[in-house]
């Protein structure tokens, strides 16, 4: 009896054990920003990440530096915008919807990661989305091409 109670107290205890680690991975992933030198909307949109749940880490960089981050995670030059994100091996480029986000970790596309190009009005961190001008999410693929992820029709 005691050897069956020894087990029973060594399984909870490796159970136990377990529990942090699944806590963990429940939670929701971080995403790591790097924005532009004294860039407003840079800021609101890290902010807007943190209001809309996530775990989000920042550093500013500034000109080359943040070029090179760009490149470093295969942003292509012609979707660049003032700061990228980076979560769970795929980037964020713009201003970029949490909604949107969330769509990628759940689908897991094979792709590079998202862009909004042109910094849109309306987009999250650019102006209230009760006035937003019409602006696509792309998917960015791993060969560099995009196609439309989500539309965002004018409000």
């Not at 005691?2 to 992933?29: E, F, G, K, Q, Y």
């Not at 909604?99 to 909004?116: F, H, N, S, T, W």
């Not at 309306?122 to 009760?130: A, K, Q």
Request: aromatic fraction near 6%.
């Amino acid at each position: 009896m005691s050897l069956l109670t020894r087990r029973t107290l060594l399984c909870a205890a490796a159970a136990a054990s377990a529990l942090p680690h699944l806590a963990v991975s429940s939670s929701p992933a971080l995403i790591h920003v790097v924005e532009g030198t004294g860039c407003e909307c840079c800021k609101q949109w890290t902010r807007y990440l943190q209001e809309n749940g996530f775990e989000v880490t920042h550093e500013e960089r500034f000109g080359v530096l943040l070029m090179q981050h760009k490149l470093d995670l295969g942003v292509p030059v012609e979707v660049s915008s003032c700061h990228t994100g980076s979560i769970d091996g795929y980037f964020l480029e713009g201003h970029v919807p949490a909604a949107d986000i969330r769509k990628l970790m759940r689908e897991r596309p094979d792709a590079r990661g998202l862009a909004v190009p042109g910094m849109p009005y309306g987009s999250p961190g650019m102006g209230p989305e009760s006035n937003r001008e019409a602006y696509d999410v792309l998917l960015i693929r791993k060969d560099g091409s995009g196609e439309v992820f989500t539309h965002y029709s004018a409000a």
